[in-house]
């Protein structure tokens, strides 16, 4: 069982398409975190969220963008992306922002860019 | 050199057996973090801990500060342990967790 949400579970997208990824949380927490993680990588963080308020971005590509209205949703909004974006995208929450807290995650969605 | 060093990074072993997965670091930490990975994707936190040894069911966590180093162990292993293990560490100040490329334990019956 987990409270973090992700939709969809799976995306095949053209790198003309726009899609978005949607994340929920229902456990309360004050920070939401974006990672990608492709085959036999480590994960990367993308993007946290802490109190709504952006607080990192790893040298993201402009193509990602990220959208917090709340403290319990998240989003990921994708444009002109490329074949090497096709990946596992996670979403994750945490009580606070700091990498002190456990990070809850969400089931991800994998991505395959044609 | 990698800051966060897992081993093995594969791992297979019959049934009942003790297992033992190492991390180790070569930063000052504030917290280390052991989650699993099964095959569907999904990552769960297994334990968080910044001193001594923490117990949860079958598994055991460890972390020696002073030798930068944390195992995992599983007693008495089952198949449905298979899974990815990961090792992130947390460093004060610092959103980011530094993470693990992960060990893969296949655990035959």
């Known amino acids: 069982e987990t409270g973090v949400t992700q939709t969809p579970r799976h995306l095949v997208m053209g790198m003309t398409n726009k899609k978005s990824l949607k994340c929920e949380q229902h456990l309360g927490h004050n920070a939401m975190y974006w990672y990608k993680q492709s085959a036999k990588k480590p994960l990367e963080l993308m993007f946290v969220?802490?109190?709504?308020?952006?607080?990192e971005n790893n040298s993201v590509p402009s193509r990602f963008s990220p959208e917090c209205p709340n403290s319990s949703h998240l989003f990921l909004h994708l444009h002109t992306l490329q074949p090497e974006d096709s990946a596992l995208y996670l979403c994750a929450s945490s009580q606070e922002g700091t990498a002190s807290y456990e990070q809850y995650f969400g089931p991800g969605t994998r991505l395959t860019v044609t | 050199k990698n800051e966060v060093e897992q081993s093995p990074q594969n791992l297979t072993a019959q049934e009942g057996e003790f297992i033992t997965i190492n991390c180790s670091y070569s930063?000052?930490?504030?917290?280390l973090h052991w989650l699993q990975q099964h095959p569907g994707g999904g990552i769960v936190s297994l334990f968080m801990?910044?001193?001594?040894?923490k117990k949860h069911g079958r598994l055991i966590a460890t972390i020696n500060i002073q030798e930068k180093h944390s195992s995992l162990h599983i007693t008495a292993s089952h198949p449905r342990d298979s899974a990815v293990y990961i090792c992130?560490?947390?460093?004060?100040?610092?959103?980011?967790?530094?993470w693990g490329a992960g060990t893969k334990l296949i655990i035959k019956p």
């Open positions: 801990l910044s001193s001594g040894k």
């Open positions: 930063v000052g930490i504030s917290a």
């Open positions: 992130a560490v947390g460093v004060d100040s610092n959103y980011q967790l530094i």
């Open positions: 969220y802490n109190f709504k308020e952006q607080t």
